[in-house]
């Protein structure tokens, strides 16, 4: 049985929605009735056909639109902030999910690499989140969701980039909730454990260079080494936690880092 979380009419961007996790979040958004701003790279013919399909089984009239803003860049980022406010006339919610990942030990980890995964990972949340809470202090009302990792709250090796920045985004949740708490405002962070999105597809080959093990045993015995119950979390997990979050339900908690990892933080 569908739950009703009261979102209608409410407006959100999502960073790197156009596959993925980011994707997932945005169409539980929009089947609630939230109108949503995409961003994210990739094939255009495909992000169009994709928001059209989101658009097409949106609740209550709720819109999808597109903004290719790089998360590298600031100035971008700020437009797709002021894109937001000034199509849809508000912003309700802010889900900074873009992200990229590379593996490699720390003494050969490319500079180029360090420094676009703390861009992406870690400054684009800071800077969306600085553009968008003026919008939701006026408002008197406002979600922040940060999309963390496991990562945010435990290590593993040849990951020092990702790690860094995650972590990063733990505490970067937690100032920015206790800054707002007055104002209607919550600030959290969801942690998963391993979904299988194409960054983790890609991230299976890069654990098999580096390690030198076949892809099946780098699945078995590195990505789910970490997670007692042995299975990927899956995308409608995920969006159960975002709509709590985001919805009346979740407005006493604020400065969380939920997790949603089969157990790995547990130990």
């Known amino acids: 049985m569908a739950v009703d979380y009261h979102l209608e009419g409410q407006v959100a961007v999502v960073t790197g929605s156009t596959s993925g996790i980011g994707q997932a979040m945005a169409t539980a958004l929009v ?5 949503v701003v995409l961003n994210g790279f990739g094939d255009a013919a495909k992000i169009e056909a994709d928001r059209a399909a989101m658009e097409a089984k949106a609740a209550s009239g709720a819109r999808v639109l597109y903004h290719a803003a790089d998360m590298t860049k600031p100035a971008e980022i700020a437009d797709l902030i002021g894109y937001a406010k000034s199509e849809l006339g508000r912003l309700d919610i802010l889900v900074n999910n873009a992200g990229i990942q590379h593996v490699a030990p720390v003494d050969e980890f490319p500079d180029e690499k360090w420094a676009a995964i703390i861009a992406i990972n870690l400054s ?3 800077h ?3 553009h968008a809470l003026p919008i939701m202090k006026a408002q008197g009302r406002g979600r922040v969701v940060n999309i963390a990792s496991a990562h945010g709250l435990v290590a593993s090796p040849f990951k020092s980039a990702y790690v860094a920045a995650k972590h990063g985004v733990v505490g970067f949740t937690k100032s920015c909730a206790l800054e707002v708490a007055r104002q209607g405002i919550t600030v959290n962070a969801i942690c998963p454990g391993y979904v299988k999105t194409p960054l ?8 098999a260079k580096a390690r030198g093990i076949p892809r ?3 699945v078995e015995d590195v990505i789910l080494a970490a997670q007692p119950n042995k299975a990927f979390v899956e995308y409608d997990h995920l969006a159960g936690m975002l709509l709590y979050l985001v919805s009346d339900l979740g407005a006493s908690t604020t400065g969380a880092a939920l997790t949603a990892d089969g157990g790995w933080t547990a130990a």
């Open 31 to 35: 089947e609630q009735g939230v109108s």
């Open 124 to 126: 684009s949340a800071f």
């Open 128 to 130: 969306a989140t600085k």
């Open 200 to 207: 983790v597809e890609m991230q299976i080959d890069d654990q």
């Open 216 to 218: 099946e045993r780098v």
